[in-house]
C-alpha cells in the first residue's frame, strides 16, 4: 500500500529533477541542442503549415457552400471515359431543351429545376457607350432562386418574361457603371449585338468563388431562356435542379440521372454522356483531395521527423559517451537504472519538445505569411489546437524512440568503469 | 584496548572470506583474495599497500559499487550479498560516502548543487536538500564558497566540496579513495585536518592512501598485499608530534 502511494510520488519527482536537468544541459549546449533539433523544426513547421492551409481552404469552401446552398445539384454535359462517345465534340452531346421536359413530374425528390443557356458574348451599348465581350445568359426563373443571387434594384426574371419571351434583362452593377446608366436604371434600355432590352433588375456583384468560377473582370446579362433560344438557335444548355432536402440529395442525383438516360436515349450498359453533380458531392471530392494532400504532406514530414530522430539519437549518443564519468558518479551516489534512464529519455523528449515548439512557432510564421498572399484562396488559413497538440505528440514520440537506445546505453553502464572513463 | 572499547561500540562492516576475482581472457586475477574485516562505529581507518594490491577493489565493494565474487558483507547489520543493484543504489544513497582522488565534481554547476546531487536520489524535498547541502558546506569550511563553480575553486576547496557531498546524505561510513592523491603536501595537510575533524564528531572513516603521513591520522591501520590483509595496526600516535607508539592490534577471532 506503501509502496502504491509513494511509487507515483517518487516518479513525478524524478521526471521533474529531470526536466530541470535536461533544460539545463540543453541550456549549456544551446548551439549543439539548435542545430540537433533543426530536422524536428522543419517537421513540425511544415505539418502545422500544411495543416492550416488546408483547414483555411475547407472553412473557405463551407462558407461558400453555404452560400450556394448544400442542396443545389448542377446538370451538364460531360463526355464519357469509355465507349464510342469518348471523343464526341460537346455539339454531339449537348443538351437539348426537350430532353428536359416534365423533369419535376418524374423527380419526386428534386423541389426546384430550372434550364440555363450560354448565348455567347457580345458587345452592349446604350446611347455612345459601349462595353466589348459581355456573357450573356438564358434563364429560368428558378435558377435565381436556387442560385440565391438576389436582386438590389428591380425584380428577377419571371415566368411571365419566360412566357411572352420578352426582352428584358437583369444586369449587374459593373454594367450598369460601365455604361454610364443610372443608377436607378430600371425601365432604360440596351442594345444586345442591334437588339433592344429592357432593364428589370440589378444584380449584386457575383461573390469571389473558391471554385474559380466568377471572373470579376467580365460583366454577366441574364435574360429570359426563351428570349435567349430566339437569339442563339442552338446554344449551350445546362440545369440547375434542387432537392428537396439534403437527406434526399443522393435520390435526386439518381432521379435526374434514371430520368435523362430516359430522354437522351442512352442504352443499358452505356455511359453517361452528362454530369449531374450535388455540392456535396463536389465537398466530397474536395475532402478527398485534401486528405490525400495531407497524407502526402504527412508522409514528407515522417522523413523529416526520422531525419531529425537520428539526429537526436546521435546527439544523445555523443552526449551519453561524454558524460560517462557523471553516469558514474550518479551511480555512485545512489541513482538507480530507472533515474539514469529517465534522465537521458526526458532530455531526448525536451529536446524534442523544444524542436516542436520551435516548430508550431515557424509554422505559425509560414501560415501568416501564406494568409497574406492575395488570389490564393488562403486568407482562412490557422492552425487548429488539434494539430499542435499533434505536433508534440509527434515529438514526443521521437523523442522517446531514438532517446531510448542511449538512455538504455547510459543505465547499463557500469559505475567503476564509467568513473573510470577517460 | 581497542578490543574492550568495541564490545559497546557498533558493529557497522563485516567481510568474511571475500573474494573478488577479475577474469581478464583465461585469467583470473584476484583482486581480493578472502578478506575478513570487522569495523565499529565512529573507526578510522587507513588501508596501505603497493600498488595494484587491491585496495581500490576492496573500497569498491565496501561501497557497493561492486559485488564480491564469494563470501559475505554486511553493512549495519543487513547483508548485501544478495541485494538486487536497485537495493545496492538505496544503500550507496543513504548509508555510504565516497570520496575519490579526482573529486568527480559536476562542471557546470555550483558547489552548493554538487553536493545536493546525492539528495535528488534520495526523498528529500527541495527544501530540505538547499539546508542540508549548506549545513554540510558550512561543516567542511566552505560556507563562503557555495555559490563557486568547481572552475572557481582551488584543488583543496574541490575535495572539500567532495567531501562535503559524501556527507550530505549522513553516511555510515565514509569512504576516500587516495582522497590527498592529486593535492600537494599543504592542501593535503588542511583536508586531513578535516578528516581528524570529522572523526572527533563521530564519522567513521576508511581512507587509502600510499602515504605514510597520511595515515598517520588513522586510528587503525590496514596494509594490503596482493589482495591479502597483511597487517592490522592500531595507531595511537599523535599526527601533529609523529611520536611513535604503534602497536600491533589483538587478533580478534570470529
Ligand atoms: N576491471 C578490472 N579488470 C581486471 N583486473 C582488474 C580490474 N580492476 C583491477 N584489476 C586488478 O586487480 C588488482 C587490484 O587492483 P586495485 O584494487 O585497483 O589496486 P590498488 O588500488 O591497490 O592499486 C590489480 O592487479 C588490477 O590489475
Ligand atoms: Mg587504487
Partial sequence: ?422 | MQTVSNKNRKLIIRLQDVERIYKVGVESIHALGGINLELYENEYVAVMGPSGSGKSTLMNVLGCLDRATSGSYELDGENTTKMTDASLARVRNERIGFVFQSFELLGQVSALKNVEMPLIYSKNGWWTRRKRALSVLERVGLGDRVKHKPNQLSGGEKQRVAIARALVCNPSILLADEPTGNLDSKTSDGILQLFDQLHQEGQTIILVTHEDYVSHHAKRIIHMKDGHICSDLSNNRDPRNNAVTQDRKPEEKV
Wanted: aromatic letters at 8%; glycine letters at 8%.
Fill in chain 1, 1 to 422: 500500500m506503501k509502496f502504491v502511494i509513494q511509487a507515483p510520488i517518487a516518479f513525478i519527482r524524478l521526471t521533474y529533477q529531470s526536466v530541470y536537468l535536461a533544460l539545463s544541459q540543453i541550456w549549456a549546449n544551446k548551439t549543439r541542442s539548435i542545430l540537433t533539433t533543426i530536422g524536428i523544426v522543419i517537421g513540425v513547421a511544415s505539418v502545422t503549415a500544411v495543416i492550416a492551409a488546408l483547414t483555411g481552404l475547407k472553412a473557405k469552401v463551407l462558407t461558400q457552400v453555404e452560400t450556394l446552398g448544400t442542396n443545389s445539384i448542377f446538370i451538364q454535359p460531360r463526355t464519357p471515359k469509355t465507349g464510342p462517345l469518348q471523343h464526341a465534340s460537346w455539339w454531339t452531346i449537348r443538351f437539348k431543351p426537350e430532353h428536359f421536359d416534365n423533369l419535376l413530374e418524374h423527380c419526386p425528390s428534386v423541389s426546384q429545376f430550372g434550364r440555363m443557356t450560354w448565348v455567347g458574348n457580345y458587345t452592349v451599348s446604350h446611347r455612345e457607350k459601349s462595353v466589348e465581350n459581355v456573357t450573356v445568359r438564358g434563364t429560368e426563373p428558378a435558377v435565381h432562386k436556387i442560385d440565391s443571387r438576389p436582386v438590389t434594384i428591380g425584380r428577377p426574371l419571371s415566368v411571365i418574361d419566360e412566357m411572352q419571351v420578352r426582352q428584358v434583362c437583369l444586369i449587374d452593377p459593373k454594367l450598369r457603371n460601365d455604361l454610364r446608366l443610372d443608377r436607378d436604371c430600371i425601365g432604360q434600355s440596351i442594345l444586345i449585338s442591334h437588339n433592344t432590352f429592357y432593364i428589370i433588375g440589378v444584380l449584386e456583384p457575383r461573390p469571389e468563388n473558391a471554385f474559380g468560377g466568377g471572373n470579376q473582370e467580365q460583366s454577366e446579362i441574364f435574360i429570359p431562356y426563351k428570349t435567349s433560344l430566339k437569339m442563339q438557335r442552338y446554344p449551350f444548355i445546362m440545369a440547375i435542379a434542387e432537392s428537396e432536402s439534403a437527406e434526399v440529395s443522393d435520390d435526386a442525383l439518381a432521379e435526374i440521372s434514371f430520368f435523362l438516360r430516359k430522354t437522351r436515349n442512352i442504352k443499358p450498359g452505356e455511359p453517361d454522356t452528362f454530369e449531374v453533380m450535388s455540392l456535396q458531392n463536389a465537398l466530397e471530392t474536395f475532402n478527398k483531395i485534401a486528405l490525400m494532400v495531407t497524407m502526402v504532406a504527412g508522409g514528407i514530414v515522417g522523413i523529416s521527423l526520422l531525419v531529425g530522430g537520428v539526429g537526436i539519437m546521435n546527439i544523445m549518443l555523443v552526449s551519453v559517451s561524454e558524460r560517462t564519468r557523471e553516469i558514474g558518479l550518479r551511480k555512485a551516489v545512489g541513482a538507480k537504472k530507472t533515474a539514469i534512464l529517465t534522465q537521458f529519455l526526458i532530455e531526448a523528449i525536451v529536446l524534442c519538445f523544444f524542436g516542436g515548439l520551435v516548430g508550431v512557432g515557424f509554422g505559425h510564421l509560414l501560415t501568416k505569411a501564406l494568409s497574406s498572399i492575395p488570389k490564393i484562396q488562403l486568407d482562412m488559413a490557422y492552425i487548429p489546437l488539434w494539430a499542435i497538440g499533434l505536433s508534440f505528440a509527434f515529438a514526443g514520440t521521437v523523442g522517446i524512440f531514438f532517446g531510448m537506445f542511449p538512455a538504455i546505453k547510459a543505465a547499463k553502464l557500469d559505475p567503476i568503469e564509467a568513473l573510470r572513463h577517460e
